[in-house]
């Protein structure tokens, strides 16, 4: 039986147990999230970014980038079969509200409702992205206005009841004390200690950091890199990625009119088109013989950033034929939106049932240590039986330890043990430090040698307890492993 379907049997039981009561209702809610995409949050300082991030996820510009006042609410994007914005107000029944797009974001209108009224907004919008996750933007922390900070904390570390989202993506220009506070009480104590499994840290606004310089995003990632080996940082998220998102977002909604802008820097002399993008004020008032408009230069800055400027028009210099579709495959992967894809693939998505069923469990948990009723004993019962015997919550205490640096030992042994439990990845490949194309002979092989060596660390008389019982769960990894290829497909 699945982790999905042990939960899902113990959510039943709970529901039974708790029928009639306020709690039914909260457990029907979270059984129902088994069976949803994964919800992952994506918070941060203000203006950090996040929603420009959002955009870049899903492809397309829905949420507001500027400091209007939708951007103080928490708004979730989820994936549906028609186009509606639902606003749920602190008090009183939801309601559908009208909204407008004119080729940029939705502009959701309140009507009679204040911000301060309105709890959330969902928005529901049919898009391929959104099926496999749906996504929460949040209000910035740090804001000026504690009531617009609150309400991220209200979401994701709330005070009663379990927090709405299964995993975060955290924003950061620099680890603020604010920033430790927040995904030190976004993790959990009761399933797998203080842990980062749900977490992901971007280092956000990345191109700034060299100051828009074409080298900037390689700075960036060897400052993320620093980051994400950092004891106090690796306590928080589990990695740190580097990424342009302004850049990212203008990617995956680029147009050949753009392409067509850009190419008139691209055609300039090299010297003539570095002095022009020496400074944002140098592009807007220099070189009238350009052909372009101060409209048409403020647009470009806008979508691109200074950086994004240099570096279309560096690669169209390169290939002059160069197309909006192959403009925009090369941005994204420049960009860093396509590592943070493949980060977000393999922490969260191949680990989407881990991270749902965790979700529940910790609420069912919290409900039956506060109310007791008949029954209710088994039922507590059933999420301890659960999480002590489900191998990748087991897998989850021994990341949390190598993190928290309870359990220590030779560098490369912990490296490779934390490789093994699915630090970086939950796929065989990952695991075992192999090509993504491996096949299914040589991780069985891969494992076998791994299982060969971690079982007799596990029995080594000169291996530290700690050590030994962390080796037992990456034994039971690697004969998870070697199961799977045995298996017929």
Not at 410 to 429: D, R, T, Y
């Amino acid at each position: 039986m699945s982790l999905i379907d042990r939960t899902r049997g113990v959510l039943n039981q709970a529901i039974e147990v708790y029928r009639g009561t306020p709690y039914e209702r909260r457990l029907t809610a979270v059984a129902g999230r088994l069976d949803e995409p994964l919800r992952v949050a994506i918070a941060g300082r203000i203006k950090a970014g996040k929603s420009t991030l959002l955009n870049a996820l899903v492809g397309d510009r829905l949420a507001p980038t500027d400091a209007g006042e939708c951007t103080r609410i928490v708004t979730w994007y989820q994936d549906g079969h028609t186009y509606r914005v639902l606003a749920l107000p602190t008090e009183g029944e939801p309601r559908q509200l009208r909204f407008s797009r004119d080729d940029g974001a939705i502009d959701v209108d309140l009507g009679d409702l204040a911000v301060d009224d309105v709890a959330q907004l969902v928005v529901t919008w049919p898009s391929q992205a959104l099926r496999t996750v749906t996504l929460i933007d949040t209000p910035g922390i740090g804001s000026l206005s504690e009531q617009t900070s609150q309400r991220s904390w209200d979401l994701l570390v709330p005070d009663d009841e379990e927090t709405p989202a299964d995993a975060v993506v955290y924003l950061m220009r620099h680890l603020h004390a604010n920033d430790v506070e927040f995904l030190r009480a976004f993790h959990d104590v009761e399933v797998s200690r203080p842990n980062p499994v749900n977490a992901i840290g971007i280092l956000s606004r990345a191109d700034e950091i060299g100051v828009g310089r074409l080298d900037a995003m390689a700075s960036a990632r060897r400052i993320a890199q620093r980051m994400s080996g950092d004891a106090n940082i690796r306590r928080l998220v589990q990695s740190v990625v580097p990424v342009a998102g302004l850049l990212a977002e203008t990617a995956a909604t680029l147009t050949e009119v753009e392409v067509a802008q850009l190419r008139r820097v691209a055609e300039l002399p090299v010297a003539q088109a570095e002095q022009l993008l020496l400074s944002a004020d140098r592009f807007l008032q220099n070189m009238p013989e350009l052909g372009l408009t101060s409209i048409e230069r403020e647009a470009l800055l806008g979508r691109f950033g200074l950086f994004g400027v240099r570096l279309s028009a560096a690669m169209l210099r390169h290939n002059p034929a160069t197309t909006a579709t192959e403009l925009s495959q090369e941005l994204t992967e420049r960009s860093g939106l396509a590592q943070l894809r493949e980060v977000l693939g393999s922490l969260f998505f191949e680990r989407r049932d881990v991270l749902k069923s965790r979700s529940a469990l910790l609420a069912l948990a919290d409900v039956t240590r506060i109310c007791v009723r008949p029954g209710s004993e088994q039922v507590a019962g059933g999420v301890e039986e659960i999480i002590a015997s489900a191998h990748p919550f087991n897998e989850l205490r021994v990341l949390s330890s190598l993190r928290s640096g309870w359990v220590t030992g030779k560098p490369e042994v912990v490296a490779e043990l934390e490789q093994l439990i699915g630090g970086s990845g939950a796929a065989a490949h990952q695991r075992l430090r192999l090509p993504a194309d491996a096949s299914a002979g040589e991780l069985a092989a891969g494992a076998a040698d791994a299982l060969s060596r971690w079982q007799r660390r596990a029995e080594s008389p000169m291996t530290s307890y700690e050590m030994s019982m962390a080796a037992r769960v990456a034994v039971r990894s690697c004969e998870g492993m070697i199961a799977e290829q045995r298996q017929p497909w």
